[in-house]
């Protein structure tokens, strides 16, 4: 089965993730004394890479299609799952069978030959990009990766908290992204595969096209410094007559998806990298994938399960803060050249696979709405 581009797919939306295994509470992590080197990085060809797209595509028309309508949900595995003092998600058929269909596509995707297993078989590059975006809490024996534009800021001040290097989620200060926090890229191999072993792993995802949106809009409609190094250089490749030092405040979106088509996946920017190479699931099992659009709930649940204090809460959405919407996502897709769209859509079509996004519905029937 070959996927159908820009196809509407009545998927299921992706709250959900992998049932949490118990936690490992016998062992310390190991000291830092200094490990030989891991195995050589496997490199992914580029036709497994198209046959993966092909079978994890395959498992959402099976969505689609009501094949997997009658699956029944699995049993819970994991405190909390019933819901609890934090109002985490109940535990309806609905949730779970998301789940399943969330945790089979992943399994059938990194269950294919020459697919990482862990980050050792990945390649140099990737490999750092993923040590440097998994924070550890070594407290409370948790790995997060992060991903930009899915309310990773307010991880981070969770992360802060339970260590004890901010006294509230609610403090009123500048974010510094790097200060009083433990990435894995900041410890040695041994540390690194303890913590992945016997650690609870989780990472938060957003519709792809979504998140691009909301990076279009913040970085460029609000950050001098992305304007400078970014926009400028968009505004001078992709428009016409645009002349040497354009200000780049006012990239367009087309021009920004104009970059993107010719962007390297591996290269990008954080804020656009697809999550699929910035937190390589089959490389790393992650025990819970959240969802950008079910964040309080699912929140709430990771930190029931890592035992967080009760005072420890997710932090509110501030009262000025305006997410992208479906409704302004289909707003500037339909704005947007169809072809331009065909063009950036397979660097994200691991994510739209692997996490149980549907493709945009773009038609002219659709647009018109």
């Known amino acids: ?68 309508a009658e699956m029944k949900p699995p049993a819970p595995h994991a405190p909390g799952l019933e819901g609890g003092r934090r109002g985490a998600p109940s535990a309806d058929a609905d949730w779970r069978v998301r789940q399943d269909v969330r945790n089979r596509t992943l399994r059938a995707v990194c269950g294919q030959p020459g697919m990482p297993r862990d980050p050792w078989d990945l390649a140099p590059g990737p490999r750092r990009t993923l040590l440097r975006h998994i924070l550890v809490s070594d407290r409370h024996r948790f790995l997060y990766c992060y991903v930009p534009k899915v309310a990773c800021s307010n991880w981070k001040r969770v992360l802060k908290v339970l260590a004890g290097a901010l006294d509230s989620v609610d403090a009123r200060l500048k974010m510094d992204h790097r200060r009083d926090l433990v990435f894995l890229a900041d410890l040695r191999p041994e540390e690194i595969r303890y913590r992945l072993q016997h650690y609870f792993k989780f990472v938060f995802v957003r519709e792809p096209l979504e998140r691009l949106l909301s990076a279009y809009r913040n970085k460029f409609g609000e950050i001098p ?124 079509i691991l994510d739209f696979s692997l996490f149980a996004y549907p493709l945009p519905n773009i038609t002219r029937e659709a647009c018109r709405q």
Not at 8 to 28: F, K, Q, V, W
Not at 230 to 235: K, N, R, S
Not at 300 to 326: C, D, G, K, M, T
Request: hydrophobic share 40%.
């Open 1 to 68: 089965m070959s996927p159908r581009p820009l196809a509407p797919l009545a998927a299921l939306a992706a709250p959900g993730g992998a049932e949490p295994p118990g936690r490992a509470h016998g062992r310390a992590p190991p000291g830092r004394a200094r490990a030989g080197p891991g195995a050589p990085p496997r490199l992914l060809p580029s036709m497994l890479m198209f046959a993966v797209i092909l079978a994890s595509s395959g498992l959402l028309l099976m969505i689609e299609r009501g094949i997997l």
């Open 225 to 348: 410094e992305y304007q400078r190094r970014y926009g400028a250089e968009i505004v001078r490749r992709y428009r016409a007559g645009a002349g040497p030092s354009p200000a780049g405040d006012d990239v367009t979106f087309p021009e920004f998806l104009r970059y993107l088509a010719d962007e390297d996946p591996e290269r990008m920017n954080e804020h656009w990298m697809p999550v699929y190479h910035l937190c390589q699931p089959c490389a790393v099992r992650y025990d819970f994938v959240g969802s950008y659009e079910r964040l309080d709930a699912d929140a709430n649940q990771v930190l029931e399960w890592v035992r967080a204090p009760p005072h420890v809460r997710f932090p509110a959405r501030q009262a000025w803060y305006r997410p992208a919407s479906p409704e302004s996502l289909h707003y500037h897709l339909c704005s947007a050249p169809r072809a331009l769209l065909q063009d950036v859509l397979p660097k994200y």
